[in-house]
Every structure is written in structure tokens, then in C-alpha cells.
């Protein structure tokens, strides 16, 4: 995976983050870092990696995936936020009798693995009498992908692909102690997989963010 190549251009911008919250009152802005896990899905189908040759198979597309992010409150109702995302990987198996195939013949499995950098703005609304905020959230996914087929006629075949996406998502979070916050978020994108296919990705995760102002 190839997603540090974007490191230069995150790292400016959290150096401007700050200066945007010049005019707002120093209570209301602030660094925050937090994390999360749970369910993801890479909508893959079986068409991908299928030719004539095969005889049975199955895919599976969904699993664990997690995410990290660090962002900054420019406003109770705003904040930007930098994050990692490692959505699952998808699994093809199945059978090939490897007539006219790039498969050997006998079980046959494909994989793909995903993981990106986003930035993304995010509109808060604050419900303080209940001590949650409620979000929407949207930017660019930047992500890298691997396609990778085991039991082939070369022994191994490996395709990386690597691009940008819009990304969009929703949640809320809720003060559970102190400064610790629970927060629940659902985001959709898209990915390219081999440079043949672009396919919807999505997660949705539990996690905890600390305000550090």
C-alpha cells in the first residue's frame, strides 16, 4: 500500500488547521484524536475474477475494518478531520479445471485489500441538553488497492491501483466520561480495484474520540 505518499499534503494541512479558528473563541475549538471498529464492505462480485473455467466458487465481501483519525473543532457547528481507513478484505474461492484459464486447475483463491487517507469537513449539530452532537461528514478518500490471485499459471499475480474518491458519512457522539466521547459513524465511497473496476466501499464503527483542548 502506497497511502504515505499523501502524508506531505495532510501534514499542511493540519499546519493551516489553526489558522482558520482565528476569530473563534479558544472554548470551542481544538485538536481531537479518536478511533474506531466494526463492519465493512468492498462490494465485489464473482464476475472479477471468473472465466470459463471455473466450476465453483463463492466471494466474500464483508468483514472487520477499523479507522483513525485526528481532526480540529474550528467551531461547535465545524471541524476538518485527517483519518486512516483499512476496509476488509474480500475473499474469491473456488474451483478451476484450467482449460484456457490464468487459473492452475484445482482450488483457486483471489484477495483484494484496501486502505486509503481521508480529509473531510464536518457539520456538527450540538444537542446539549443530551450531551450529543449529531454529524454529517465529506471529503476525499484517497486509497490504495491489491488484487492479488494465488494458484495461477505465473505462480502468483499481484495488481495495484491507487486514486481518489469522494467519501461522505453520517454519525453521532456522546459524552460517556469526562472528556471521553462514544462515536458511532456510517461512511460510503468508491475504490479501484486492478484498474479494471470500481466498486462501492462502506464502513460503519464504534469508537472513542478525546478532545486534547
Known amino acids: 500500500m502506497h497511502w504515505y505518499k499523501h502524508l506531505g499534503m495532510i501534514a499542511s494541512l493540519a499546519a493551516l488547521m ?5 476569530s473563534v473563541h479558544a472554548e470551542e475549538t481544538g485538536w481531537y484524536v479518536g478511533g474506531g471498529a466494526g463492519s465493512s464492505l468492498v462490494d465485489m462480485d464473482e464476475e472479477f475474477w471468473s472465466d470459463s ?13 477499523y479507522q483513525l483519525y485526528a481532526g480540529y473543532r474550528l467551531h461547535r457547528h465545524f471541524a476538518l478531520e485527517v483519518g486512516y481507513m483499512r476496509l476488509t478484505d474480500t475473499i474469491f474461492s473456488g474451483a478451476s479445471n484450467g482449460v484456457s484459464s490464468i ?11 484496501v486502505d486509503g487517507i481521508s480529509i473531510q469537513g464536518l457539520a456538527l449539530w450540538p444537542l446539549d441538553s443530551l450531551n450529543l452532537a449529531m454529524f454529517l461528514k ?4 484517497m486509497w490504495d488497492s491489491l ?6 499459471i505465473n505462480d502468483i499475480h499481484r495488481f495495484n491501483d491507487d486514486g ?12 460517556v ?3 471521553w466521547r462514544l462515536r458511532g459513524s456510517v461512511e460510503v465511497t468508491a475504490v479501484g480495484i486492478a484498474n479494471r473496476e470500481v466498486v462501492t466501499a462502506a464502513i460503519a464503527t464504534m469508537g472513542v474520540m478525546h478532545p486534547l483542548y
Open 18 to 22: 489553526p489558522g482558520y479558528a482565528a
Open 53 to 65: 473455467s471455473i466450476t465453483t466458487s463463492e466471494i466474500e465481501t464483508s468483514g472487520a475494518g
Open 103 to 113: 487459473w492452475d486447475a484445482g482450488p483457486i483463491e483471489g484477495r483484494t485489500e
Open 138 to 141: 465529506g471529503g476525499l478518500f
Open 147 to 152: 488484487a492479488r490471485y494465488n494458484e495461477t
Open 164 to 175: 481518489g474518491s469522494l467519501i461522505g458519512g453520517l454519525g453521532a457522539e456522546v459524552n
Open 177 to 179: 466520561w469526562g472528556d
